[in-house]
T-cell receptor, first 112, second 112 residues
Framework: DADVTQTPRNRITKTGKRIMLECSQT?????MYWYRQDPGLGLRLIYY???????NKGEISDGYSVSRQAQAKFSLSLESAIPNQTALYFC???????????FGPGTRLTVL | RKEVEQDPGPFNVPEGATVAFNCTYS??????FFWYRQDCRKEPKLLMS???SGNEDGRFTAQLNRASQYISLLIRDSKLSDSATYLC?????????????FGTGTQLKVEL
């Protein structure tokens, strides 16, 4: 079984819809991250969390919100999706005090 | 100037060739350096950390030049399975949340 899982793996939605992406991990890591990846732009950090209820904005947090209600789960919400949020979204985890991040398989989101 | 810059490639090389990728970073206070590998439509995975003294892992050698703010990755005896995108990754100064900054990646295609 994968240590970091993301659901859904693929999603097509319409402009204005609310959507939630889920991330779960069995690695017991404290730190969790949400990134988006766009062609030519690389991975960009949206939000990160160092512990339950701890939330920090990343480079591109506008239009997104997150929730960390449990150590193993970190969810990303798009309150009102827009087409330029079409991207590949990755969740990642890391153990406190280390730099290595472990990525989930990604969610491909298309906003029409 | 981008925080982490890489030549996007693609680098097309024959099997058995030696290939080198370069990366520059803009923040001289950056603390840690890594190479990640990303296969098409898959999640990034840590390939190796990069140390000031240089380090080797099998066919892969990484070098760091702090004075020039330059990181390199050398792959010897290229295999077809080395075909992927290689991401240069930098961790910022301590106190910045240990966030990682990803380059846009260099694409490698190893051919028969």
């Amino acid at each position: 079984d994968a240590d970091v899982t993301q659901t859904p793996r693929n999603r097509i939605t319409k402009t204005g819809k609310r959507i939630m992406l889920e991330c779960s991990q069995t690695k017991g890591h404290d730190r969790m991250y949400w990134y988006r990846q766009d062609p030519g732009l690389g991975l960009r950090l949206i939000y990160y969390s160092f512990d339950v209820k701890d939330i920090n904005k990343g480079e591109i947090s506008d239009g997104y919100s997150v929730s960390r209600q449990a150590q193993a789960k970190f969810s990303l919400s798009l309150e009102s999706a827009i087409p330029n949020q079409t991207a590949l979204y990755f969740c990642a985890t890391a153990r406190r005090g280390t730099d290595t991040q472990y990525f989930g398989p990604g969610t491909r989101l298309t906003v029409l | 100037r981008k925080e982490v810059e890489q030549d996007p490639g693609p680098f097309n090389v024959p099997e058995g060739a030696t290939v080198a990728f370069n990366c520059t970073y803009s923040n001289s206070a950056s603390q840690s350096f890594f190479w990640y590998r990303q296969d098409c439509r898959k999640e990034p995975k840590l390939l190796m950390s990069v140390y000031s003294s240089g380090n080797e892992d099998g066919r892969f050698t990484a070098q760091l030049n702090r004075a020039s703010q330059y990181i390199s990755l050398l792959i010897r005896d290229s295999k077809l399975s080395d075909s992927a995108t290689y991401l240069c990754v930098v961790r910022g100064p301590t106190g910045g949340g240990n966030k990682l900054t990803f380059g846009t990646g260099t694409q490698l295609k190893v051919e028969l």
